[in-house]
């Protein structure tokens, strides 16, 4: 089976489940084979848990959800070192984070210390305890999902933190004859759990590796750039993308090349994705509007930015 | 290997092989010559990440106040070793090269530094000219240019990709071996390029800075005193003295030669001398060919004479050498001193090899002195050539015993030199500390001996019978090299003979030596000859190539332009007098201008030759145009369907990705959907995804972009 009916496989598989939403699954796709992390900004009940279990079942991985409360502490999410009687030495408990797929539910409202454990983790890929570093599984991906709504008894993450995120997505409310579906579905049974495994985790590293190799062509890093820098120009920014925000978008073109069956990357990559991989990069201007209108916002500023930078011929 | 990478490697190799080549010459104190290898070990061993050695790093992290103090203290030691230690501007200045390369290495920060390398190692490389001129320079020059070849492409790349970026920004681009063949080539037409420009600039002369380091070649045997037993010593030396050609002669020369250089009239018992020493100097003509004897003798040379060509190495004599005997001899020197004994000498020694062209007749016994019983002597040969040292009453015993009933002088000294020949052993294999009575032994104790004491004991035995006789040092000429047509002639070769006066003849050679056998040509030898004939051809075409030189070629070139101008002067007159005008025009150009339009034309070629491999890989051109053909050709392909497509009214507005506005045709114009698209599918494959480009697709392309021109409404 080559890369190509490998990723669709994934794909339909997911789109099984999450019904109505394949630019939600492609997205979860890019950010897996980029190796990045997802933020999901959505309300509760539209499928952000499934998406994520689904995910993790299609690849056959290990998968663990923490509920982010405010009385989280960062050893519940890393892990601890407890003193083993018998062997009279310490023993370190691996915490919930060691699992292939994290799914980190609701993570505003926790306090920044433990937000930011859980991000140093992301960055990383290892975690210290007590001055011993633990390496995390391979592959290793958080999904992340915040309330916009919620105002009270919240954390929002600082854009310096959001930076993290490979990209952040929504998932909106399915339409109505897709909402019918899934109610049409047997409520018996999780519907994740119906999902057989169709990637191997060797696969899924293989694939991570083939995203190296797409190319992208001198024209189009060029162009790359000239949208990031835009976005440090434009006079509704107040703080603009930075390297690595170049960086995460250079690498998820190329995923995102590779999720749509080609060895190479074309302008519509970047444009697709450059909403969804910057928006939350940037601070807008102080202005009125609620946090939800502030991302709706910053992705149409990055929108109208995208669409007027030239695209190289 | 990353492209910064590659560039910090290529950059330390280009000092490296610079370095070396100075290392090369022996002129650099070995201290010197250590601390700058260590450097560079060090440093590439740095950047190619083998050793992530501490101190290294430190030694590089070292702030650049204390590299500047470095080189201040580097300077002053300039200063200190310019007065008092080498008193010499060259190695003083090359010290401080030295010097200056090992701070420069650990010290490479800004894109000045590496400048600065750079011209360091260009520095080390002249530098390296002018302390020698061995055939490994050449070795070291072609080394250089690839790495500077290199190294200058990645510099510009380099900088390109930095003022791209606006600031610092490491080039991540994989070094491919295309890159690589690419420079490869530029490096392999530059350095033709740099051979054309060698052989066509006019030489003005000798390198500012050339003085010349080479060692002289102790040589024994041509001082104004000659001991017994000299030439015994130099006779297992293989040093190479000089190479000999004969420009008029195909193969070895048949007839026995020797390379005549000092000859002696005076013996003291043990060592050999001249009476007086009082030299002639020889008289010039206007073409720099100073006549030996008078200037009839000379033409008659100038017919039937054996012309050599002898490249002689830096020796510490003043004699010049040619064979028995010299009537003429030319080269790029002002004075020719001859002393009383027919020996030729410059007025001062020269520190480099040097080439100079002889003729000389070969003796000739005439007929008369051959049968002539009773012969009277001139006063003056009598007064030097029949002086005897105080030798015992058995040498003349000996003389007249071996004489015996010989009644010329001729067959008396044949049967002295007969005698001497087959009752005595050659060996080399005699004690150096000289007796009181070397002739003595020799005849009657011993019965052993080499060259100079079969010489001596013939001299002195001819003296005794009262025939005039003196003793003549030089040179055997040595081993054919039939790979480059000339007798390599080594300090083994020495030899001592005889020569014997005769009224009629004048002085005839005689050699009692017995011939030794030589040894079987193995492969090892042949081997030697070979690189010995290419050092030749290096010292004579690059080394020793001047203005002469480019005279005589340009004027072979003219004369191949003039043969091939009558050819086709006379077909043209045969074809037609019609166009005797326009020939004559052709001639004149051709003759004023012939050489320097084949040189032109030749450098012209060579140049476009290299802009299309430059453009064709475009490997190497990826700075200047990123784009390859085939990616123009599409994009070109792109904007004409554009330009139709607006002309039909829909236009493209700059930020939409063609995607897009294939889905905005589809959607706009549904009809145009079908040319649009597979068009911009050819385009994107194409333009980003650097898919071939073949004819068929570009045929279909013109069909679709017809049809899409005829699909108007």
Partial sequence: MNSTSKIQALRSNIERVIKGKPSVVEMTVVALFARGHLLIEDVPGVGKTTLAHSLARSLGCSFRRIQFTSDLLPSDILGVSVFHQQSQAFEFKPGPIFAHIVLADEINRTTPKTQSSLLEAMNDAQVSVDSRTYPLPHPFMVIATQNPWEHHGTFPLPESQLDRFLMRVRIGYPDLADEKKVLDRPQTLHPADELDPVLTLQEVLDLQDRVEKVRLDDSLMEYLLAIVSETRRSALIALGVSTRGAMALHKAAKALALVRDRDYCLPDDIKDLAPMVLAHRVTLHAGPGTRRHRSEEAEQVIRDIVESVPVPL | ?713
């Fill in chain 2, 1 to 713: 290997m990353t492209l910064e990478r590659a560039f910090h490697f290529c950059s330390l190799l280009l000092a490296a092989v610079a370095f070396t080549g100075l290392v090369l010459t022996g002129e650099i104190p070995s201290g010197l010559a250590v601390l700058g290898l260590a450097a560079l070990a060090v440093t590439i061993a740095r950047t190619i990440g083998w050793g992530g050695d501490r101190l290294v790093d430190r030694l590089v992290g070292l702030p650049t106040s204390v590299w500047t103090a470095l080189l201040v203290a580097a300077f002053v030691s300039f200063g200190i070793d310019l007065l008092l230690i080498s008193r010499d501007i060259l190695p003083a200045a090359v010290h401080f090269l030295i010097l200056l390369m090992v701070v420069k290495l650990f010290h490479l920060r800004h894109r000045k530094d590496f400048l600065q390398l750079y011209a360091i190692s260009l520095s080390e490389l002249l530098a390296t000219a002018a302390l020698t001129v061995d055939l490994w320079y050449a070795g070291v020059f072609v080394a250089y240019v690839f790495a500077a070849i290199w190294t200058l492409i990645l510099y510009h790349l380099r900088n390109e990709s930095e003022e791209a970026h606006k600031g610092p920004s490491p080039i991540a681009r994989p070094v491919t071996r295309q890159f690589f063949w690419t420079t490869n080539g530029i490096a392999v037409g530059s350095f033709c390029l740099t051979l054309v420009i060698f052989f066509l600039i006019p030489r003005i002369g000798t390198g500012f800075f050339q003085k010349n380091r080479t060692e002289l070649i102790r040589t024994s045997g041509f001082s104004e005193k000659v001991d017994l037993g000299v030439i015994g010593a130099v006779k297992l030396d293989p040093t190479v003295v000089m190479r000999i050609e004969f420009p008029d002669v195909r193969g070895p020369v048949q007839n026995a030669l020797y390379f005549r250089g000092a000859a002696y009239d005076t013996y003291d018992g043990r060592s050999w001398g001249n009476r007086s020493a009082t030299r002639r100097t020889l008289e010039r003509t206007p073409d720099g060919v100073f006549l030996v004897s008078t200037p009839q003798a000379a033409a008659a040379a100038e017919s039937g004479g054996l012309r050599q060509e002898i490249l002689i190495e830096a020796l510490d004599t003043t004699v010049l050498f040619g064979a028995s005997f010299v009537e003429s001899i030319k080269g790029g020197f002002q004075i020719v001193q001859v002393d009383g004994v027919g020996g030729l000498y410059l007025p001062f020694p020269t520190s480099a090899r040097f080439q100079y062209s002889v003729r000389s007749v070969p003796d000739r016994l005439r007929e008369p002195d051959r049968t002539t019983e009773s012969v009277s002597y001139p006063d003056l040969i009598r007064q030097r050539f029949l002086q005897l040292p105080d030798v015992g009453s058995r040498v003349g015993a000996l003389a007249r015993e071996v004489a015996g009933d010989a009644r010329t002088p001729y067959e008396r000294a044949r049967a002295v030199e007969r005698h001497l020949q087959q009752k005595y052993q050659y060996s080399l294999d005699v004690s150096t500390a000289v007796s009181a009575s070397p002739v003595e032994d020799f005849l009657f104790t011993r019965k052993t001996g080499y060259c100079e004491h079969y010489a001596t004991a013939m001299v002195v035995m001819l003296r005794t019978l009262g025939i005039p006789a003196r003793l003549v040092t030089g040179f055997l000429p040595g081993v054919w090299n039939d790979f480059g047509n000339y007798y390599s002639v080594r300090q083994q070769d020495a030899h001592a003979w005889v020569e014997v006066y005769f009224p009629g003849s004048g002085w005839v050679t005689f050699d009692p030596t017995p011939s030794v056998p030589s040894a079987a040509p193995s492969l090892f030898s042949r081997v030697g000859k070979v690189v010995d004939s290419i050092r030749l051809k290096w010292d004579r075409y690059v080394v020793q190539y001047s203005f002469r030189d480019q005279m005589a070629a340009a004027k072979s070139l003219r004369e191949g332009g003039e043969k091939v101008r009558t050819e086709v002067s006379g077909l043209l007159s045969a074809l037609t007098r019609g166009l005797a005008s326009a020939k004559a025009w052709l001639a004149g150009s051709a003759r004023a201008y012939g050489w320097i339009l084949v040189g032109g034309l030749a450098a012209g070629a060579l140049v476009v030759g290299l802009v299309l491999v430059w453009r064709g890989r475009g490997g190497g051109a990826r700075q200047a145009d990123p784009r390859t053909a085939r990616q123009v050709a599409a994009i070109q392909l792109y904007e004409r369907m554009l330009r139709i497509l607006e002309a039909q009214g829909l236009l493209k507005s700059p930020g939409a990705t063609p995607l897009e506005f294939a889905r905005q045709v589809a959607r706009e114009r549904g009809e145009a959907a079908r040319y649009v698209e597979p068009l911009t599918g050819l385009y994107c494959r194409v333009r980003f995804g650097q898919a071939p480009f073949s004819s068929d697709d570009d045929r279909q392309a013109r069909e679709l972009l017809a049809g899409l021109q005829a699909a108007r409404r």
